[in-house]
């Protein structure tokens, strides 16, 4: 892995890896899991959750590559793309670049941030079930 990945000192004109378009981010996500893959092995992967042409795909991963984002190789006629960083380091920057940009470096804020949004979900979780469990008994 790259420090520029990390440092989100890039030569593209994106800075950093939270700044990857949601294709992109999509075609990392199924990259990652692979380890490498061809244009087509990603479009038939991401096409079972967003079909996309196999010529917006080539697209997406020749800017990715252009980034540095991805590397590739020549097999044949077709390019093998390979991740740069791993998932895991994309998130933990990720959630470095959180933490200063949003929360001002602050890992308690962040923490609380979570816990509410994990209570407010889990609330209405249950009120779900409650107004499920109610029109059941009405019945």
């Known amino acids: 892995m790259t420090n520029e990945l990390i440092t989100g000192r890039t ?13 992109e981010l999509d075609c990392m996500n199924t990259l990652w899991p692979l380890g490498e893959a061809t244009v087509r092995e990603i479009r038939d992967r991401l096409a079972e959750r967003r079909a996309r042409a196999y010529t917006t795909i080539m697209t997406i991963m020749d800017r990715l590559a252009r980034k540095g984002i991805v590397e590739r ?4 006629r077709k390019y093998v793309y390979r991740p740069k960083l791993s998932a895991e380091e994309a998130r933990a920057h990720a959630l470095e ?3 200063e940009n949003f929360f001002g470096g ?11 949004r994990n209570s407010a979900s889990g609330a209405a979780e249950c009120e779900s079930h409650e107004e499920g469990a109610a029109a059941s008994v009405q019945r």
Request: glycine share 6%; proline share 6%; net charge positive.
């Open 97 to 99: 670049q959180v933490l």
């Open 106 to 116: 602050s890992r308690e804020h962040m923490i609380a941030q979570l816990h509410a």
């Open 11 to 23: 030569q593209g004109p994106r800075r950093s890896v939270l700044d990857l378009a949601p294709l």
């Open 73 to 76: 190789r020549k097999a044949g």
